[in-house]
């Protein structure tokens, strides 16, 4: 069975351009989070989804948003890049929406370079 | 405002040996914590679990202690394996549902190295 994937796997962009980036996650999971990991840190929360509708959001400022699609996908788009937003972003999926519900699967992210 | 904190950057052991890593947090409503391996181009795999109504839970080679007052987890790898050389992440979500329910709050993450 697939896991969690995500595309593109790398991206540049410049300062104040737009990105989207895509998760499928596991068959039968319903739930999807995103996360962003800066270089040395963990994976900071931003938004998880479940059923197509927000169920939770991190301290990120609203140049940061996403969907869930029908077939459970996601996308994550920011706005107005900033060179701080270069990172790794990590998408995961689960079951349940609870995080004790069952772990998180997570894919191995979309590397985003901003110059 | 660092809610979980793993204090120490890297830990080098000797193969066959016991790796013991740890993590603190600072908020009580806290109740489930998880330990995620990742390695280098991939993303984190779930690797033990534990309740806060527990103080122990062992799978395999990988033990998680959790001391609620003193609001510290560790992590015990016993024999270690140059395979287990990675990245750890503790993490911890705050049960009770609302916004917060299925978010996770990762720390820092520690190296871990095997030697043989």
């Known amino acids: 069975d697939a896991g969690v994937t995500q595309s593109p796997t790398h991206l540049i962009k410049t300062r104040g351009q737009h990105v989207t980036l895509r998760c499928s996650p596991i068959?039968?999971?319903?739930?999807v989070s995103w996360y962003q990991q800066v270089l040395g840190q963990g994976p900071q929360f931003i938004f998880q989804?479940?059923?197509?509708?927000?169920?939770g959001r991190g301290n990120f400022p609203d140049r940061f948003s996403a969907r869930q699609f029908p077939n459970y996908s996601s996308e994550l788009n920011v706005n107005a890049l900033l060179l701080g937003d270069s990172a790794l972003y990590l998408c995961a999926s689960s079951l349940g929406w609870a995080a004790n519900t069952g772990e998180l699967f997570f894919g191995e992210g979309s590397r985003l370079t901003v110059l | 405002d660092q809610q979980v904190k793993q204090n120490s950057p890297s830990l080098s052991v000797q193969e066959g040996r016991i790796s013991i890593l740890n993590c603190d947090y600072t908020n009580s409503m806290f109740d489930y914590f998880l330990w995620y391996k990742k390695y280098p181009a991939e993303g984190p795999t779930f690797l033990i679990s534990i309740s806060s109504i527990k103080d122990k839970n062992e799978d395999g080679r990988f033990t998680v202690f959790l001391n609620k007052s003193a609001k510290h987890l560790s992590l015990h790898i016993v024999p270690s394996q140059p395979g287990d050389s990675a990245v750890y992440f503790c993490?911890?979500?705050?049960?009770?549902?609302?916004?917060?329910?299925?978010?996770?709050?990762f720390g820092q993450g520690t190296i871990l190295t095997v030697h043989p």
């Open positions: 068959s039968g999971h319903k739930s």
């Open positions: 989804y479940y059923e197509k509708e927000e169920r």
């Open positions: 993490a911890a979500s705050a049960g009770g549902g609302g916004t917060s329910y299925g978010k996770l709050t």
